[in-house]
């Protein structure tokens, strides 16, 4: 069974791997419903600090009894030329819907991440045969390098999208 929670730890043990890690006490609650008064979805939150590398925050959602969701922050700490990356993996009954994405417009030295996009086309040609998500365009659509991975797909390819997640993890933490 692939759950979200089986992803989560997965995330976790990737970067303990190869970084020190530490959870941080956040100064709001770290557990919260949307909308207040209906509490019709339910969150939790986490968030670490990893030495070498900066911020982690894990946001973990579910509700209507068939929504669940995952979403997982990298802010680089301001001395690393690295991007920011957001993953969002949401199962909505039979639906799911993954997003990978790399935000570099912060980094001064474009030439540094040249390997990292190299890795990151390659998995995209490895997964292509999954349907991509078209999104409208918003103002952070634009913002968004351009080997970030929207998919859309069902349970059935639970084990296909976690691997592919973990593998552009992988390549991210490289």
Same mark, same amino acid.
């Given at each position: 069974?692939? @759950?979200l929670?089986?992803?989560?730890?997965?995330?976790?043990?990737?970067?303990?791997?190869?970084?020190?890690?530490?959870?941080l006490?956040?100064?709001?609650?770290?557990?919260?419903?949307?909308p207040?008064?209906?509490?019709?979805?339910?969150?939790?939150?986490?968030?670490?600090?990893?030495k070498?590398?900066?911020?982690?925050?894990i946001?973990?959602?579910?509700?209507?009894?068939?929504?669940?969701?995952? !979403? +997982?922050?990298? /802010?680089?700490?301001? !001395?690393?030329d690295?991007?920011? +990356?957001?993953?969002?993996f949401?199962?909505?009954?039979?639906?799911? /819907?993954?997003?990978?994405e790399f935000? /570099?417009?912060?980094?001064?030295?474009? @030439?540094?991440?040249?390997?990292?996009?190299?890795?990151?086309?390659k998995?995209?040609i490895?997964?292509?045969?999954?349907e991509?998500? +078209?999104?409208?365009?918003?103002?952070?659509t !634009?913002?968004?390098n351009k080997?970030? !991975?929207l998919?859309?797909? /069902?349970?059935?390819?639970?084990?296909?999208l976690?691997?592919? +997640?973990?593998?552009?993890?992988e390549?991210?933490?490289?």
């Amino acid at each position: 069974m692939h @759950d979200l929670e089986e992803l989560r730890s997965k995330i976790l043990n990737k970067i303990k791997s190869k970084f020190d890690i530490k959870q941080l006490d956040i100064n709001f609650k770290e557990e919260f419903y949307y909308p207040k008064s209906i509490h019709l979805l339910k969150f939790n939150i986490e968030q670490y600090e990893i030495k070498n590398l900066g911020n982690l925050a894990i946001l973990k959602g579910k509700g209507l009894g068939i929504m669940k969701m995952l !979403t +997982v922050v990298f /802010t680089p700490s301001i !001395t690393k030329d690295i991007p920011l +990356v957001i993953i969002d993996f949401i199962k909505m009954a039979n639906k799911r /819907t993954v997003f990978i994405e790399f935000y /570099t417009n912060h980094i001064i030295q474009k @030439d540094s991440i040249n390997g990292l996009e190299n890795r990151l086309e390659k998995l995209n040609i490895k997964y292509e045969y999954i349907e991509n998500y +078209v999104e409208s365009i918003n103002w952070y659509t !634009t913002l968004r390098n351009k080997y970030s !991975t929207l998919k859309k797909s /069902t349970k059935k390819y639970d084990k296909i999208l976690y691997e592919m +997640v973990l593998e552009n993890l992988e390549e991210y933490l490289s």
